[in-house]
């Protein structure tokens, strides 16, 4: 950004500061609001009042790749607080998807833990995953056991 660039963002900076004072957000709502901002105007080095829904679409897609959910909707709400409070524009929604989770089991099964499966488990395979089961529990104990020598 040149220096009339700067001097803009600065402004809506401390407007979206402002704004998020009167308000009356909290310090920690405050600070991860500014920072979304802070950080769209670094990834794309210009002013916030220039981005289009395209370079919306491209950050958030960015964001969910390097960042948490939980980061990711922060993000979102205070740049749509930044929309409407300072730019007084309406926000365009971007679709953002959250990722699906991989729930696996662990490797080493406790105890408790093969009992809670086993009701789950029936039909004709449920033996060969009992005995897989068995073994990771087995092969837990073996472990602990030779922690303690």
Not at 18 to 37: C, E, H, M, V
Not at 73 to 83: A, I
Not at 120 to 125: E, F, H, S, V
Request: hydrophobic share 35%; net charge positive; aromatic share 10%.
């Amino acid at each position: 950004m040149n220096k009339a660039e700067q001097k803009r963002y600065q402004s809506l900076y401390q407007q979206h500061v402002n704004a998020l004072t009167r308000q009356g957000k909290s310090d920690n709502t405050i600070q991860s609001y500014a920072r979304a901002l802070r950080r769209i105007t670094e990834y794309f080095d210009c002013c916030p009042d220039r981005l289009t829904q395209k370079h919306l679409e491209e950050y958030f897609y960015s964001l969910v790749k390097t960042h948490s959910w939980s980061t990711v909707k922060v993000d979102r709400n205070g740049l749509q607080f930044f929309y409407q409070h300072v730019l007084k524009k309406e926000w365009q929604w971007v679709d953002i998807v959250k990722p699906p989770q991989k729930h696996t089991l662990p490797d080493i099964l406790t105890q408790t833990k093969f009992l809670m499966t086993r009701p789950a488990l029936c039909g004709p395979c449920s033996i060969v995953v009992h005995i897989n089961a068995l073994v990771k529990c087995n092969y837990s104990v073996i472990l602990v056991s030779s922690k303690k020598r």
